[in-house]
C-alpha cells in the first residue's frame, strides 16, 4: 500500500506516520523504474502482471489490469498519450516487484459557500490507477522509492492522485506530504453469496416480498419485464438508447461514450443491465468488471417510474443475473451514502481521495488553504442545519 506523510497543518491531512523507515528503505539504488509501455503485452511481463493482480488486495484492481491499460491505448489512438506503464525491479537481481499504471488528468479543488461553489483551480494530476500500487509488500521502502520518482519524472504535475485509497494502514514517506480531498468519505460494498437463493435468504420475508410486489407494480403499470445484460461491443447501442430515455441531456456526446463503452466491452471490462419493461427501457445499471469484483457506477431511472421504486428493482434484477451468470467476491458501488432499502446487506469501507505532492511547494500551500477553508465551510453548513431543526 502507497505510505505517506501527513501535511500536519491541514484539518484534511492523513494520520502522522506510524513508524521510521529503516535507513535501507531509504536507498534509491534498490530499485529500478523502467517505463513499459511499449512492450507491455510481452509474456513473461504479462505472466508476472497477472501473477500480481491475483495476489493484490485494493479496491480498485480493475484499474490496474492489463486489459484496462489495453482499453487507454484504444482510447489514445491518433493523439498525443497520456497513459504509461512502469515496471518496477529490483536492481540485484532485476527481478520485478511492481507494476504502477499512470495516466494524466485534471484534478480541481473547488472552493464552496454551502453548497454553491465559488471558485476554485484546476491542478494537473499523475493518476496512480488502482489507488493502491501494485508491489511486491516483501521489499521495504519500495512505496517511497516509487512515490519520490514518480513526483520527479512527473514534474509537470501538481500531485499524484489516488482516488479511493482506504483509511486503514497508513505509513509516512519523509519529503512527500498527502492531502484528503474532501475528506474521508464512506463507500459501501455488497459481499456475495453463493448464488441466487442465498442472496434472498439474506433479506427478511418482509423484505422479500416488498421487492417482489415493487418488481409486480412495476410490470403492471410499464409492460413485461426483461433484464438485458450488456457486456459486448454490439449491445452498447442498446444501452445508449436506454441512457437517453432516462435523460435525454445524454444524447450529446453520444458518439465518444459509445465508442469508450465498446472498447471496454471489447475488453472484457463492461457489464452493465438494461432494464425494460414492454417496449420502454425504464432504467440502466452501469458497470465494470475485474476478476473478482463488479463496480457499479450509476443506476439511472425514467423519472415516470420513480414512485415505483424502480431504482431499487433495477438493481434487485441486476444482483440476481449477476448471481445467476458471474463469480464475484462483492459488488462495490463507490463513494456516497447508500439508502435505507441497502443497510441490510451493504458493508461500509472508509476511504479518500488521495493528492500526494511536494512538501515544499505552491500546491502545499493552496491545499493547505483548501482544508482549512473546506473545514469553516463544513461547520457553517453543519450550523445551518442545526438552526434549522
Avoid at 46 to 56: I, K, P, S, T, Y
Amino acid at each position: 500500500m502507497m505510505a505517506i506523510r501527513s501535511l500536519g497543518t491541514s484539518p484534511r491531512a492523513l494520520p502522522a506516520p506510524w513508524e521510521a523507515r529503516p535507513r535501507a528503505a531509504r536507498c534509491p539504488d534498490r530499485f529500478e523504474l523502467n517505463v513499459a509501455t511499449a512492450y507491455h503485452d510481452r509474456p513473461d511481463i504479462l505472466a508476472a502482471w497477472h501473477r500480481m493482480l491475483a495476489a493484490a488486495a485494493g479496491p480498485e484492481t480493475l484499474y490496474q489490469s492489463p486489459q484496462f491499460f489495453n482499453h487507454l491505448i484504444d482510447m489514445d489512438q491518433g493523439r498525443d498519450a497520456n497513459h504509461e506503464l512502469f515496471l518496477v525491479r529490483r536492481s540485484v537481481d532485476y527481478a520485478i516487484v511492481g507494476f504502477i499504471p499512470v495516466r494524466i488528468l485534471p484534478c480541481r479543488i473547488a472552493f464552496h459557500a454551502g453548497p454553491v461553489p465559488l471558485f476554485g483551480r484546476t491542478l494537473r494530476a499523475c493518476q496512480i490507477l488502482g489507488s493502491v500500487p501494485l508491489l511486491d509488500p516483501a521489499e521495504p521502502g519500495l512505496a517511497e522509492f516509487i512515490a519520490r520518482q514518480l513526483l520527479v519524472r512527473f514534474a509537470q504535475c501538481h500531485v499524484l492522485y489516488l482516488q479511493a485509497v482506504p483509511q486503514d494502514g497508513w505509513k509516512g514517506i519523509a519529503g512527500v506530504a498527502a492531502y484528503v480531498l474532501n475528506g474521508w468519505r464512506a463507500c459501501h460494498t455488497q459481499p456475495l453469496p453463493d448464488g441466487v437463493d442465498a442472496y434472498l435468504k439474506h433479506f427478511s420475508a418482509k423484505k422479500r416480498y416488498n421487492l417482489s410486489r415493487q418488481v409486480r407494480l412495476l410490470t403492471e403499470a410499464a409492460g413485461p419485464l426483461h433484464v438485458l445484460r450488456i457486456d459486448q461491443p454490439g449491445q452498447v447501442g442498446a444501452m445508449l438508447d436506454a441512457m437517453v430515455a432516462t435523460d435525454a441531456s445524454r444524447a450529446a456526446g453520444r458518439a465518444g461514450e459509445q465508442a469508450r463503452l465498446q472498447s471496454l466491452a471489447r475488453h472484457g471490462l463492461l457489464l452493465s443491465y438494461v432494464i425494460r419493461c414492454g417496449e420502454n427501457d425504464v432504467a440502466v445499471v452501469y458497470g465494470m468488471r475485474s476478476a473478482s469484483v463488479w463496480h457499479v457506477y450509476k443506476i439511472l431511472c425514467r423519472q415516470d417510474y420513480m414512485h415505483l421504486s424502480v431504482g431499487t428493482s433495477a438493481i434487485h434484477l441486476a444482483v440476481q443475473d449477476v448471481l445467476a451468470h458471474c463469480t464475484f467476491d462483492h459488488i462495490d458501488f463507490g463513494y456516497g451514502t447508500p439508502h435505507a432499502e441497502f443497510r441490510s446487506t451493504h458493508v461500509l469501507e472508509t476511504r479518500g481521495l488521495v493528492l500526494l505532492h511536494r512538501a515544499r511547494s505552491r500546491t502545499a500551500w493552496l491545499l493547505n488553504v483548501h482544508g482549512r477553508y473546506d473545514a469553516l465551510n463544513g461547520a457553517l453548513i453543519r450550523q445551518v442545519k442545526r438552526f434549522r431543526k
